[in-house]
Every structure is written in structure tokens, then in C-alpha cells.
């Protein structure tokens, strides 16, 4: 993970990252998916990104339980998804996994962090610097610490990412 870490994110190709991502790295990641430089993963495998998804500079991907990105997903830049860490009440600081799901058309703004077993419904938009620590419900838009409930998205949603990583 040291060489995606430190190297291959910074490649200023998007064909030569996504060729390591998915040969080396086991990533899945489906048609149009542009991902930007500075990308942190913390697992071999465990990623599953589908069409014409962004995700943005300097995100974090935490794959050691299983992160599903659905289709048309923006993650704007520096967001983070965990799925794993320790349980606050063990004795002996034992770790815990929580598998991670995106819905289609999610939105994750700058700065928010999923945390491990959330779920995030079909359509949802989560508010920059929000720290989600429990599912959000399909068109819902979330903000806060912890994340909230403060509106609804149109259920409606039809837009196709379609991200030309040459434009840019």
C-alpha cells in the first residue's frame, strides 16, 4: 500500500492509476470513473466503485471490510470512509469491521467522513465536514456532527456523472 500511497497517486495520469488500482490493487471500478490524484487506500481488494463516479483529490478509501460505491457518485475532495476501528468499550482496545455502501447519485461533500456500517441511501447528499455515523435514508441531504437529517433531494435524480478526465 506504500507505493499507492506515496506514488501511484500521483501519477498524472488517470489511465496509469486506474490500470494499478484495478491490476495491482484489486480495485473494481466500472466505465467513466475518473479518480483524481492523492487517492489513500488502506487495503488490497475490498473496493467496488461503479460508472461514471468522481472521486475527488486527496480522498481516503479505508477497504479492510468492503466499500460499495454505486453509480453517478460525486466524493468531493478529501473525503473519507472508514470501515474499521476499535471499540471504545473493550478492555483490550479490540478492533471492529463495518462494511460501507453508497447508493446511486450520492453525493459526498468536501471533508465529510463515513465511519464504518453506514450505509448511504440512493440519492443522499452529505454536507461538507459532516461525520456520518449512521445510515442515511435514500434523497436525504445530512449535515453536522453527528450528521442529521436537514432536507430532502428530488427523487427524480436522471444526471450521468460522464467525467472526461482529458477536459482537465
Given at each position: 500500500?506504500?507505493?499507492?500511497?506515496?506514488?501511484?497517486?500521483?501519477?498524472?495520469?488517470?489511465?496509469?492509476?486506474?490500470?494499478?488500482?484495478r491490476?495491482?490493487?484489486?480495485?473494481?471500478?466500472?466505465?467513466?470513473?475518473?479518480?483524481?490524484?492523492?487517492?489513500?487506500?488502506?487495503?488490497?481488494?475490498?473496493?467496488?466503485?461503479?460508472?461514471?463516479?468522481?472521486?475527488?483529490?486527496?480522498?481516503?478509501?479505508?477497504?479492510?471490510g468492503?466499500?460499495?460505491?454505486?453509480?453517478?457518485?460525486?466524493?468531493?475532495?478529501?473525503?473519507?470512509?472508514?470501515?474499521?476501528?476499535?471499540?471504545?468499550?473493550?478492555?483490550?482496545?479490540?478492533?471492529?469491521?463495518?462494511?460501507?455502501?453508497?447508493?446511486?447519485?450520492?453525493?459526498?461533500?468536501?471533508?465529510?467522513?463515513?465511519?464504518?456500517?453506514?450505509?448511504?441511501?440512493?440519492?443522499?447528499?452529505?454536507?461538507?465536514?459532516?461525520?456520518?455515523?449512521?445510515?442515511?435514508?435514500?434523497?436525504?441531504?445530512?449535515?453536522?456532527?453527528?450528521a442529521?437529517?436537514?432536507?430532502?433531494?428530488?427523487?427524480?435524480?436522471?444526471?450521468?456523472?460522464?467525467?472526461?478526465?482529458?477536459?482537465?
Open positions: 500500500m506504500y507505493i499507492a500511497n506515496h506514488f501511484i497517486n500521483k501519477v498524472p495520469s488517470y489511465y496509469i492509476r486506474n490500470w494499478f488500482y491490476n495491482i490493487f484489486r480495485v473494481k471500478i466500472g466505465r467513466g470513473t475518473a479518480i483524481h490524484m492523492g487517492l489513500k487506500l488502506f487495503t488490497i481488494g475490498g473496493i467496488e466503485i461503479g460508472e461514471n463516479c468522481v472521486i475527488n483529490r486527496d480522498c481516503l478509501i479505508d477497504g479492510r468492503s466499500v460499495k460505491i454505486g453509480e453517478n457518485v460525486n466524493i468531493s475532495p478529501e473525503v473519507m470512509i472508514w470501515t474499521a476501528d476499535h471499540d471504545p468499550k473493550s478492555p483490550d482496545f479490540a478492533g471492529r469491521i463495518g462494511n460501507v455502501n453508497i447508493g446511486d447519485f450520492a453525493w459526498l461533500s468536501t471533508r465529510s467522513i463515513i465511519l464504518p456500517g453506514v450505509i448511504i441511501g440512493t440519492g443522499s447528499v452529505v454536507a461538507a465536514g459532516a461525520v456520518v455515523t449512521s445510515n442515511v435514508s435514500p434523497y436525504s441531504i445530512v449535515a453536522g456532527v453527528p442529521r437529517k436537514i432536507g430532502e433531494r428530488p427523487r427524480e435524480l436522471s444526471y450521468r456523472l460522464n467525467y472526461s478526465p482529458w477536459l482537465h
